[in-house]
């Protein structure tokens, strides 16, 4: 466990470092004078923005529950979510690392198996997909109609973001058509890594192959139920709507706050390809995001960078650090409980 945390503070502490180094790079003084003189009457409608976001993407973890009979209340399917990103924003990897633990959370609330809630946030997660893509094609055909002139750096940037959509679209289509392969084999990778687990942890006797493969299917079988259900499809894909635009919302008010009204279809385009970078190794994307949307700022909106710099450490601010702190608690809690 001390090793987990070391490793952890070890990340937030390269984060830290390539955030420092992004800022360094815009210019320090510039963009702390930007923040300086940052209109402080515009946070409480951006912690108001914020909470939408939180809410909405809540209510999707809520259908999905019910959907999969692990049916919790709104206010905590809107705490579970908290805690999931506070999972995500404090392990490398992001998402990656950090759903196992959303998974353990969800399943200690809901008192249902631990691949219930796995499958649930799982699920969750993969619906936000094709909203994102949405919202920020829509972003970039506004763009590209001429709301501002975009340079090629940008224009090859976005090539690349519809190569690598289809290349996830196409991943996860093949996936779950074959997934009695998938199934298949990640019993055959998780077997012997859970026999040694079991075999060296106190108190655990190592699984058994059924074992495994009874917890692989109860995860299968969660999501499919997910897919198959049209209208909790249509709920949580409509509040993952709602959410995205609500951080593209979030944004704007960031840089409305400096000083600098932008086109709203700028941000709508940069918050869900931005997002990308979420996938970089550091804890949430820490450092990477926010060079991402920095990059992505400057040619869409035509502000300066020290300007971009401000409103993207505003908007993290609000969406990076505000969750740590309401997620943390809920997680702090829903631990102590599991661990009981």
Do not use: K
Not at 41 to 55: D, F, G, H, K, N
């Amino acid at each position: 466990m001390d090793g987990d945390r070391l490793t952890t503070l070890g990340m937030f502490g390269v984060a830290l470092a390539v955030l420092g180094v992004v800022v360094w790079i815009i210019g320090a003084d510039e963009v702390l004078g930007a923040l300086g003189a940052a209109d402080r009457s515009v946070l409480p409608v951006l912690l108001a923005v914020v909470a939408v976001w939180l809410t909405a993407w809540g209510l999707a973890l809520w259908t999905v529950l019910r959907t999969i009979g692990a049916p919790v209340s709104v206010p905590m399917s809107v705490a579970l979510f908290a805690a999931a990103v506070f999972s995500n924003n404090v392990t490398p990897f992001g998402q990656a690392g950090g759903e196992p633990v959303s998974g353990l959370l969800i399943s200690t609330a809901a008192d249902s198996d631990y691949e219930t809630g796995l499958a649930a946030i799982a699920s969750v997660d993969t619906l936000h997909f094709v909203p994102s893509i949405g919202l920020g094609i829509v972003g970039l055909v506004y763009l590209l109609a001429g709301a501002v002139e975009l340079t090629e750096d940008l224009l090859v940037a976005a090539v690349g973001v519809v190569v690598l959509v289809g290349l996830i679209a196409t991943a996860a289509t093949l996936g779950w058509r074959y997934r009695d392969r998938v199934r298949t084999a990640i019993v055959r990778f998780v077997t012997p890594i859970a026999h040694t687990l079991g075999g060296v942890i106190p108190g655990r006797s190592p699984p058994e192959r059924a074992d495994v493969e009874q917890r692989v299917d109860g995860f299968f079988v969660a999501v499919g139920r997910v897919a198959n259900s049209r209208r909790t499809v249509a709920f949580a894909m409509g509040c993952s709507a709602l959410g995205w635009t609500s951080l593209a919302s979030a944004l704007w008010l960031s840089l409305y706050a400096l000083g600098y009204t932008v086109p709203f279809a700028a941000v709508l385009f940069v918050v869900p390809v931005g997002s990308i970078a979420g996938v970089t190794p550091l804890p949430g994307g820490l450092g990477g995001l926010e060079a991402a949307f920095i990059t992505l700022l400057i040619p869409t909106t035509g502000v300066p960078a020290s300007v971009a710099t401000a409103g993207v450490l505003i908007y993290r601010g609000a969406t990076y650090w505000l969750p740590i702190l309401v997620g943390g608690g809920v997680a702090t809690v829903l631990g102590n409980r599991a661990r009981r």
